[in-house]
């Protein structure tokens, strides 16, 4: 407190700063309020994507065993050594609340089912097909999980801002004020008293 200039200039300075943090705390507390709803929102789903991707991919272990079980061991590298399908995968950007996380766009073209008939069963063609849906739900799980932990960091670091501005900040401020405000009414009385008094010696001079 010593080292503040108390005059008005720094009065009307403190008041706008005091208006300016207060603006901010607002911004950033529902901004923090909007991620924090999100990032409930965007955790359901992630449960519910992850839950449907571990039952796929049981169901596709399961129908797979039975079929590597009924086909022939020396037949099975002969199956798997060639694919007629290609995937590709571009990844983007989203803003999501200010918050920038990547977005994966899945592509997948061809022929599952580019090996023969024979000596296969159609548990095999089951097992690739839950495979090849579930790429895809694994995928968008990826970029689930990179989005709620890029909004956890981000709310954090909002709540770290507007706790600095509520209870640093602004209490600050608001104690300066009304320490430049006691000061300059102190030094009006003061002022006021010696005009006083100087009148008094003018008019007991009369």
């Not at 640093?168 to 300059?184: A, C, D, G, W, Y």
Request: glycine share 4%.
């Amino acid at each position: 407190m010593q080292k503040i200039n108390v005059n008005r200039m720094e009065l009307a300075s403190k008041k706008k700063l005091l208006s300016v943090a207060k603006r901010g705390h607002k911004l950033l507390k529902d901004k923090q309020d909007a991620l924090i709803k999100l990032f409930i929102e965007n955790v359901h789903k992630l449960r519910k994507l992850r839950e449907e991707v571990e039952n796929d991919l049981k169901n596709a272990y399961s129908s797979f065993l039975i079929a590597r079980s009924i086909i022939d061991s020396s037949y099975n590298n002969v199956i798997f050594s060639t694919t007629g399908v290609t995937i590709e995968l571009i990844q983007e950007t989203q803003n999501n609340m200010g918050v920038k996380t990547p977005k994966y766009n899945f592509k997948q073209e061809g022929n599952l089912h580019s090996y023969g008939f024979v000596g296969t069963s159609g548990e095999l063609d089951v097992a690739l097909e839950i495979f090849s849906n579930v790429l895809e739900k694994m995928v968008k799980l990826t970029e689930l999980e990179k989005l709620v932990e890029i909004m956890a960091y981000e709310i954090e670091k909002t709540r770290r801002r507007v706790n600095a501005l509520e209870y640093r900040v602004i209490p600050q401020t608001e104690e300066i004020i009304k320490f430049i405000k006691m000061k300059l009414d102190e030094m009006e009385r003061s002022n006021l008293s010696r005009l006083l008094h100087i009148k008094d010696i003018i008019t007991k001079e009369e």
